[in-house]
């Protein structure tokens, strides 16, 4: 079971706009770890999408944004295209009794309808 | 900036199995890396983590005494041992770049993957 719950599936139409949500608990998102959102299109590796709970790496569409508030982040992507098909998972830190740990969403498969 | 696994492996439970990665495209010093492993069923697991400067090292409760990560900094090449696999450790295996140690430079952490290199545990 990952520590961070995603939905396994989320879909929309061409054009349409979906939300993928990433709950967390106190000792991660709630600590102020910032959230990562990867996309990784079949057998490829996972690409960064998203950084520091809503910015961007140079490449990535505006069409992606993120957002997080408490123990919560959410991707959105707007004006859907069959090539966002795609599995998407959120990743942020832990603490532990080490310090840290990396904790990773159960990952959601966007279906472009 | 690159990040080149090894290829495929194939062991018998029991076995262990070395995986490398080698780094080029930057400085191989400046930046730590991470180990990450995707099962069948798609989900990522963290496995662990090196410092590619003083080879410091932490790993996840779940693969402590088990996985073992070094790195040659003359070939810019981190590795990844791991022990006493059995069929739950049928994965892919991917190496991720973590984020600059030192202001000025750039990227974010997991900016940079390898291709992943596949372990299949089967007798």
């Known amino acids: 079971q990952s520590v961070l719950t995603q939905p396994p599936s989320v879909s929309g139409a061409p054009g349409q706009r979906v939300t993928i949500s990433c709950t967390g608990a106190?000792?991660?998102?709630?600590?102020?770890?910032?959230v990562s959102w990867f996309q990784q299109l079949p057998g490829a590796a996972p690409k960064l999408l998203i950084y520091d709970n809503i910015s961007r790496p140079s490449g990535v569409p505006d069409r992606f944004s993120g957002s997080k508030s408490g123990t919560s982040a959410s991707l959105v992507i707007t004006g859907l295209q069959a090539e966002d098909e795609a599995f998407y998972f959120c990743?942020?830190?832990?603490?532990?009794?080490?310090?840290?740990?990396?904790?990773f969403g159960g990952g959601t498969r966007l279906t472009v309808l | 900036v690159q990040l080149v696994q090894s290829g495929p492996e194939v062991r018998q439970p029991g076995a262990s199995v070395t995986i490398s990665c080698r780094t080029s495209?930057?400085?191989?010093?400046?930046?730590?890396i991470f180990w990450v492993r995707q099962a069948p069923t798609h989900r990522l697991e963290w496995m662990g983590w090196?410092?590619?400067?003083?080879?410091?090292?932490k790993y996840s409760d779940q693969f402590q005494g088990r996985v073992n990560i070094t790195r040659d900094t003359s070939a810019a090449t981190v590795y990844m041992d791991v022990t006493n696999l059995t069929s739950e450790d049928t994965a892919v295996y991917y190496c991720?770049?973590?984020?600059?140690?030192?202001?000025?430079?750039?990227?974010?952490?997991?900016?940079?993957w390898g291709q992943g290199t596949l372990v299949i545990v089967s007798s």
């Open positions: 106190g000792s991660n998102l709630g600590a102020g770890y910032d």
């Open positions: 990743q942020s830190y832990d603490s532990d009794l080490s310090g840290w740990d990396v904790v």
């Open positions: 991720a770049r973590d984020g600059p140690r030192l202001e000025g430079d750039s990227g974010h952490d997991f900016d940079h």
């Open positions: 495209g930057y400085k191989f010093a400046n930046y730590a």
């Open positions: 090196i410092s590619a400067a003083e080879g410091d090292t």
